[in-house]
């Protein structure tokens, strides 16, 4: 998915009309017993930052992850609270280590209202947390509590990138049907999909095979007017492919070129792969040549696939030919090396 998360912006709310659970993180009746073991670990951490006061963060941590060892789960979210209100100290891993022990032991409770006051306090996510959140709630199998928390966050955040992570986190966890909930969802409580929304729903369901269901996404989404990118189409491009909806390849490269997009390397790749399924041999050439004398440098993986193809065509010299040509070439050809470098 890309990366265009960036940190959440939230709007200025009246805390008088959110419901007094999303301001408190447990029950009255396990408060008691939380604040209590939640004040002793403070007072102890007190003691240990006088000897080491720079490595205030890690001691935090290190607390927090013996309570959650101890199933001791509204100690550490009760201490996480008193760590941020009375010292400012917030630490995304502690917090992201109460959301883990939480989903393992099933406690949605604990999981949706730390989550809520991550988003209340303006706390720093990451991947991990939405994904801790995803997995917490598709665990519990209560499809209501997906409506739930989407109306919640659409009450705190002024932009869709949370709930477009937590789209992703659904989907990167196995459960696409809790994707699907939560981008129904954000439209009914007048979220309005963004460009990345799309792009990752898309993708979701491409990757699923349920591309008669990304198809009506992607005609939503231009009567949406959001324009698609290139992104869009090579998702688009790739998952056709993998279906072997030819023709309806040739009828979005079209439509690309009309759109001004130029083709990379990823769009280059799914169409030379597409016409050698569909027998056009000629069209794959063309293709591989035209982006040779353009700017997208081929990939190692392109020159294998022709190598592949060509041979179960029965075309083995022009196979040889590609084959020699990709050794002459070797570390010029976009490789692993490449995408390692992208990831980091």
Not at 24 to 53: C, M, W
Not at 227 to 248: A, C, E, K, Q
């Amino acid at each position: 998915m890309q990366n265009h998360m960036a940190t959440t912006k939230v709007e200025s709310v009246s805390w008088s009309c959110l419901p007094y659970s999303m301001l408190t993180l447990k029950t009255r009746s396990l408060a008691t017993n939380a604040s209590f073991e939640a004040d002793q670990v403070l007072d102890k951490i007190g003691l240990e930052l006088q000897k080491h006061p720079a490595s205030i963060k890690d001691l935090c941590t290190n607390h927090i992850n013996e309570l959650c060892k101890k199933r001791e789960l509204g100690a550490a979210a009760r201490l996480l609270q008193l760590l941020r209100d009375k010292h400012a100290i917030n630490s995304l891993p502690a917090y992201n280590l109460l959301l883990a022990a939480a989903y393992e032991v099933n406690d949605t409770q604990i999981v949706t209202h730390v989550f809520k006051d991550m988003l209340l306090n303006r706390l720093p996510m990451n991947s991990t947390t939405f994904l801790n959140v995803a997995k917490a709630i598709s665990k519990s199998n209560d499809l209501t509590l997906v409506q739930s928390v989407v109306q919640e966050i659409s009450q705190l955040a002024s932009d869709t990138l949370i709930i477009n992570r937590l789209i992703y986190a659904f989907a990167d966890c196995g459960h696409v049907h809790n994707a699907m909930l939560a981008f129904d969802h954000m439209k009914t409580f007048k979220l309005k999909p963004d460009l990345v929304t799309y792009n990752t729903v898309l993708g979701i369901l491409g990757k699923a095979g349920r591309v008669d269901e990304m198809l009506e996404v992607f005609a939503s989404m231009k009567k949406a007017d959001i324009n698609p990118d290139i992104f869009t189409y090579n998702t688009l491009l790739h998952s056709l492919r993998r279906v072997g909806r030819f023709d309806l390849c040739v009828v979005l490269i079209k439509e690309m070129g009309k759109a001004g997009l130029q083709p990379d390397l990823i769009t280059y790749t799914a169409l030379i792969e597409c016409f050698f399924k569909s027998g056009n041999i000629e069209e794959s050439l063309r293709l591989f040549q035209h982006m040779k004398t353009g700017d997208v440098r081929p990939s190692v993986y392109i020159y294998r696939s022709l190598v592949n193809n060509l041979k179960k065509l029965g075309k083995s010299e022009l196979a040889l030919k590609f084959l020699e040509e990709m050794k002459l070439l070797g570390e010029d050809l976009v490789g692993p090396k490449d995408f390692k470098s992208k990831n980091r």
